[in-house]
């Protein structure tokens, strides 16, 4: 079964630039979630997709993070514009729809803004 | 916020057992506790979760307190490919809710 899959690997981008990643979940899989991980820190909700619905985006900078989910498939998540504190790993992760299925972590995208 | 406590760090001799401590006193009853690790550089992944009964997987043992308040994740025999920060989650076992991580605690096994 492939897993999660996101892309790029790696960014590096001037501040006020805007950025894009892309994950691809398992299939199937029905519930989507965007991590934001600061150095040091566990991974931090930024979003979650309920098919290609938001199930909760309250931590979200809304002001310059978006993010979809299009036919309910793949997800991308946009920065614009960045700010230095963006610098973070972005992790996207799927599961099933029940409450105890688990979560699979795709690799994440580390962004350095400058 | 976290609803958990774990040290910062422990260290581990290769191929002993490595005992993960975690707290968890203000866990509700329709709580279940999870066990993420994440290696340098990958993704969280998953190891082991449960209500109140004790629970065991092909990677790891997990033994909650008949109170529930604590818990604690065996790792029955670390080998150097084990070493990552671990996460004790608490998350109710309705609705799908994400995850919230703490800080973890970093393990590392040393041969």
């Known amino acids: 079964e492939a897993g999660v899959a996101q892309s790029p690997r790696y960014k590096i981008i001037e501040k006020r630039q805007s950025v894009a990643f892309w994950c691809n979940p398992i299939s199937g899989h029905a519930t989507l979630y965007w991590y934001q991980q600061i150095l040091g820190q566990g991974p931090k909700l930024l979003i979650q997709?309920?098919?290609?619905?938001?199930?909760?985006d309250s931590q979200l900078p809304k002001d310059r993070f978006s993010a979809e989910r299009l036919k309910g498939v793949d997800s991308t998540l946009k920065i614009q514009p960045a700010k230095l504190e963006d610098s973070a790993v972005y992790l996207c992760?799927?599961?099933?729809?029940?409450?105890?299925?688990?979560?699979?972590f795709g690799p994440g995208t580390r962004l350095t803004v400058l | 916020d976290a609803k958990t406590t774990q040290p910062t760090s422990m260290d581990c001799a290769e191929g002993r057992a490595a005992n993960l401590p975690c707290n968890h006193s203000?866990?509700?009853?329709?709580?279940?506790v999870y066990w993420y690790r994440q290696i340098h550089s990958q993704g969280p992944q998953y190891i082991i979760h449960?209500?109140?009964n004790n629970e065991t997987n092909e990677m790891a043992s997990l033994i909650i307190t008949e109170d529930r308040k604590s818990s604690t994740l065996i790792l029955p025999h670390a080998t150097l490919r084990d070493t990552a920060v671990y996460y004790c989650?608490?998350?109710?076992?309705?609705?799908?809710?994400?995850?919230?991580f703490g800080k973890g605690t970093r393990l590392s096994v040393i041969a």
């Open positions: 992760a799927s599961s099933l729809f029940r409450s105890t299925d688990t979560q699979y």
């Open positions: 203000t866990i509700s009853g329709n709580e279940y």
């Open positions: 997709f309920q098919n290609n619905g938001v199930v909760d």
């Open positions: 449960g209500l109140k």
């Open positions: 989650i608490v998350r109710v076992g309705h609705g799908n809710t994400p995850l919230v």
